[in-house]
C-alpha cells in the first residue's frame, strides 16, 4: 500500500532527526552553550521540520547548517520563541534570527551590558545627538496634559543603543526611510507572509534592523555578535549566509557533507563502503556531485565496491545512520532524486 504524502514527510523528519540524534550529536553537545540542553534543542529542530514541511526540500548541507548555527548560537530555531527561523529559498535553508534571537545573542557576550530598541512615534518627545557628545533622549508618548491616554502617532523610525562593559555606548538612530531602504533589499520584501508586512510584527523587524547597524560599531573583540550579522545581513540581501565559516558539517569519523551521506543512506551502503567511496573521492579529489554519480554508476553496473579499492571490514559502525531509517520505493529512484 502506497504511503501518504504525510506519512512519507513525518519519515523523512524523524531520519533527520536521527542524523541529529546520532552522528551530529556529539558535535551539537561540543557547540552547544552549557546552559541549554542537546535533547530539547533537536527536538526544537524536529519540531521546525514538522511546522514546515518544505524544508525537506532543501539541500540537506543548507539544512543541517542552519540547524547546526542556531544550536550554536543557543536559539530555538521553530520560532515559538521569536529566536530563530529555518526558511526555505529556492533549494537553500536559511537561518533568520529574529529580534528577541539577536537580543539573546547581545546579552550573552561579557563586554555587553545592556540592549535597549525602540521605534520612535510622531508624539513622542524624542532627541538625539552625534558628534562629540552623542545622546539618545526618548520619551515615549503616554498622556495628555488631561491625564488623559493618548495615541503615538505615526511611526517615524527606530534606535538601539547598547551599553558595554566599559561604560560606553554605541547607537544606531535610523529614520523610517532608511529602514525602508533595507527592507528594499530583502527578498521577501513583497510576500504576504512576510514580517515586514504584517500589522504587528513589522515593529520587530525595524527594532532587528538598528540592531545589526548598530553591532557593526561594536568592537571586534565581540567576534559572535559581528560574525551574526555578517550571516544575517547575507540572508536579508538573499546571498549565501556562509555558515560553514561557523559550522563544521563533517560527521564524526567522516570526511563526507550531508548530502554524499544522504546518497549512502538511499543506496544502503555498508559502513565499509561508505569509507572506500569516501577514500577514492579524497584521492581522485571529486566534488560531491561527482561522488554522488559514480555511487550511482556502481548501482547500475551492480558492483559492490570501486575498482581498486580495499573495503575494510573492521570499520565502526556508531557513526552510521540505522536501517530504521525510512524505506524509499527504490535505490535507484532515491539516488535520482539527488542529482
Known amino acids: 500500500m502506497a504511503k501518504t504524502e504525510l506519512e512519507v514527510i513525518e519519515e523523512e523528519t524523524l531520519t533527520v532527526g536521527k542524523w541529529l540524534a546520532g552522528p551530529y550529536r556529539k558535535r551539537i553537545e561540543n557547540v552547544l552553550p552549557k546552559i541549554l540542553n542537546a535533547e530539547r534543542m533537536i527536538t526544537v529542530c524536529v519540531d521546525a521540520l514538522r511546522k514546515n514541511p518544505k524544508l525537506l526540500q532543501c539541500n540537506r548541507d543548507s539544512l543541517f547548517a542552519s540547524m547546526l ?41 561579557d563586554q555587553i551590558v545592556t540592549v535597549v530598541s525602540e521605534v520612535v512615534y510622531s508624539n513622542d518627545d524624542f532627541d538625539y545627538q552625534r558628534g562629540d557628545s552623542p545622546h539618545v533622549h526618548h520619551k515615549p508618548a503616554w498622556v ?28 544606531e538612530v535610523m529614520s523610517k526611510a532608511d529602514i525602508m531602504k533595507h527592507k528594499e533589499m530583502s527578498p521577501a520584501k513583497n510576500k504576504k507572509d512576510s514580517p515586514w508586512n504584517h500589522p504587528h510584527n513589522w515593529v520587530w523587524m525595524w527594532k532587528k534592523t538598528t540592531i545589526l547597524q548598530a553591532a557593526k560599531l561594536l568592537p571586534k573583540s565581540i567576534e559572535d555578535v559581528r560574525r551574526l550579522v555578517f550571516e544575517q545581513e547575507q540572508a536579508e540581501a538573499g546571498l549565501p ?50 561522488l554522488i554519480v559514480r555511487i550511482k554508476a556502481q548501482l547500475d553496473e551492480g558492483e559492490d565496491r570501486p575498482d581498486g579499492v ?30
Not at 543506496?267 to 577514500?279: T, Y
Request: proline share 6%.
Open 69 to 109: 548555527r542556531s544550536i550554536q548560537l543557543g536559539l530555538e530555531c521553530n520560532g515559538t520563541l521569536g529566536q530563530a527561523y529555518l526558511v526555505p529559498f529556492k533549494d537553500e535553508c536559511t537561518l533568520i534570527v529574529g529580534y528577541q534571537g539577536m537580543l539573546e545573542v547581545c546579552r550573552r557576550s
Open 144 to 171: 495628555d496634559d488631561a491625564g488623559e491616554p493618548m495615541e503615538r502617532g505615526n511611526p517615524l523610525g527606530a534606535y538601539t543603543s547598547v551599553m558595554l562593559k566599559d561604560g560606553s555606548r554605541q547607537s
Open 241 to 290: 549566509q556562509q555558515l560553514e565559516d561557523s559550522i563544521d558539517l563533517r560527521v564524526e569519523d567522516y570526511t563526507a557533507s550531508p548530502a554524499v551521506e544522504e546518497a549512502f543512506h538511499a543506496a544502503r551502503f555498508s559502513q565499509g563502503k561508505r569509507k572506500a567511496f569516501i577514500g577514492m573521492a579524497k584521492a581522485e579529489k571529486l566534488s560531491d556531485e561527482e
Open 310 to 339: 580495499e573495503v575494510p571490514t573492521d570499520a565502526p559502525e556508531e557513526s552510521a545512520p540505522k536501517e530504521s531509517a525510512p524505506k524509499t520505493p527504490g535505490k535507484q529512484e532515491a539516488l535520482q532524486e539527488l542529482i
